[in-house]
């Protein structure tokens, strides 16, 4: 009888559990090394919705459908689109039939976690370099000097991971666009207007090179991102630890814009936090190297593209386990079917986020995501 190869995968994040727990679910050992001290070091991030044809299809796979189901917040798949007088130009209603239900990311991680065998995540392991040792073998140093050895290594570990070297070249690169993330927090009572105007689900308000989006969360929750298209230059001259300051430096790029919505950006409750997008190449892929792959961003950074890179490096996790599971005496062909599916779904999806990106952000916004709205709803029509 063949003995199942450890896996050894770098990054607790949702691809990463996602392979752990179908790895598990088929008998197949693996060990995740996470560089956060622990689940709870940092917030995991807002609403997620999952998908019916990635997402929940790696949940499926994991046999954890219905802890997932227990985690949707109805009414979240509602939508309205504003114009920068606050004028709605698009409300598209969560009639339940969306596919996409809405669950809190950091339920669902924990959801992973516990699903797997004690000790199979270990905490506050940092990678400092991966090395290359021969016949399939790699090792992981990590940052406090200690290592392991592994015929199987699986980087899980983002954008900016410390597997991907082995396998390619390509580094992340800035769009030339970012997002400022903040929060509007027990709005129900203490931001009733912005509840109004975000409504009970998603609101973007969009022009030409910015945006103000919210979303509805739990406990009343209201997460804002803010997005503009800024030289790094540009937001690195912004001192993000004076919130105020901050704040009102942002603020001032909506000049003339309906005061419902600069609100989204003047009255939040904490500190506004800068997220740079940053892309690999669209169809970026590598030669097979023996004993090592990527899922999720370590894979395939791209734009949001609609698919939501959450679902799929759950979906990459899910389909590796699988394909280690149905070729036991034979990895590296279960390695190159997964990335022979992967490759070309990572380059729709990275497509679809530059040209979803120029819908919301390009030279016609909004208009250019209302047309796309209206020749959607023709087509279920």
Do not use: C
């Amino acid at each position: 009888m063949t003995t199942p190869t450890h896996v050894t995968i770098i990054g607790a994040g949702l691809g990463g559990l996602t392979l752990a727990r179908v790895l598990h679910v088929h008998g197949i050992p693996a060990t995740v090394y996470e560089a956060e001290a622990s689940p709870t070091a940092r917030s995991q991030g807002g609403m997620l919705d999952i998908h019916d044809d990635n997402g929940q299809l790696a949940l499926k796979a994991a046999d954890l459908l219905d802890e997932f189901r227990g985690l949707v917040l109805e009414g979240r798949q509602s939508l309205r689109v504003l114009g920068r007088d606050g004028d709605v130009l698009h409300d598209r209603p969560d009639d339940g039939t969306g596919g996409r239900p809405e669950v809190q990311r950091g339920e669902l991680r924990q959801v992973l976690l516990d699903s797997l065998p004690a000790e199979t995540v270990r905490w506050g392991y940092k990678v400092s370099r991966t090395r290359a040792l021969g016949e399939g073998r790699h090792e992981v140093t990590f940052a406090d000097g200690s290592t392991v050895e592994t015929s199987l290594l699986v980087g899980a570990d983002g954008a900016w991971s410390r597997v991907r070297p082995l396998l390619s070249t390509a580094t992340p690169e800035y769009t030339g666009a970012s997002v400022v993330e903040t929060y509007l927090l027990d709005a129900d009572t203490r931001h009733p207007a912005a509840v109004t105007t975000v409504g009970g689900g998603s609101l973007l308000a969009l022009a030409p090179g910015k945006g103000i989006l919210a979303h509805r969360e739990k406990g009343g929750t209201l997460h804002i991102y803010v997005s503009l298209a800024r030289p790094q230059d540009w937001f690195a001259a912004i001192h993000f630890t004076d919130a105020a300051a901050a704040t009102a430096r942002i603020a001032r790029e909506f000049d003339g814009w309906a005061p419902e919505l600069t609100a989204l950006i003047t009255d939040a409750d904490t500190t506004p936090v800068l997220r740079p997008l940053n892309t690999l190449p669209l169809e970026h892929r590598w030669g097979r190297v023996p004993g090592v792959t990527l899922i999720g961003d370590a894979a395939h950074l791209a734009l949001p593209s609609g698919e939501g890179g959450a679902n799929l490096a759950m979906l990459d996790g899910a389909e590796l386990a699988q394909a280690l599971a149905a070729r036991p005496d034979d990895t590296e062909a279960a390695l190159t079917e997964y990335e022979q599916a992967m490759f070309p779904r990572s380059a729709r999806a990275a497509t679809g986020g530059s040209e979803l990106h120029e819908l919301m952000y390009g030279d016609n916004a909004p208009h250019s995501l209302i047309a796309m709205f209206a020749e959607h709803d023709r087509g279920r029509s």
